[in-house]
């Protein structure tokens, strides 16, 4: 069973910076899709950004383009996600996935879920 778990969330404000990173329990993680999630308080999870087993391909969503940073490293068996210049509309638990399969695309279905870090960008 692939456990993930998150860390690095907080409170920033608004045009700063965070890390976030996702550990997995175990060494096949290497080899599935990644991606990260998030959940804003009355609102339904969305996705943010996924990335591919070698991270080759990356996939974001339109509001977050050019401001988030998805990586992965495969010896550490992490996935990561730079988030800058953030904004309040940020504000959300944002979850760790994984799929069990080299690649992503749009709408693929998730096996795994990390419990998630909480993100707060206040204004």
């Known amino acids: 069973q692939v456990q993930l778990v998150e860390s690095g969330g907080g409170l920033v404000q608004a045009g700063g910076s965070l890390r976030l990173s996702c550990a997995a329990s175990?060494?096949?993680?290497?080899?599935?899709?990644k991606a990260w999630f998030r959940q804003a308080p009355g609102k339904e999870r969305e996705f943010v950004a996924a990335?591919?087993?070698?991270?080759?391909?990356?996939y974001y969503a339109d509001s977050i383009k050019g401001r988030f940073t998805i990586s992965r490293d495969n010896a550490k068996n992490t996935v990561n996600l730079q988030m800058n210049s953030l904004k309040p509309e940020d504000t959300a638990v944002y979850y760790c996935?994984?799929?069990?399969?080299?690649?992503?695309?749009?709408?693929?279905?998730?096996?795994?879920w990390g419990q998630g870090t909480q993100v707060t960008v206040s204004s």
């Open positions: 990335i591919n087993w070698s991270g080759s391909s990356t």
């Open positions: 996935a994984a799929r069990a399969s080299s690649t992503w695309y749009t709408g693929a279905p998730v096996g795994y």
């Open positions: 175990v060494g096949t993680f290497s080899s599935y899709a």
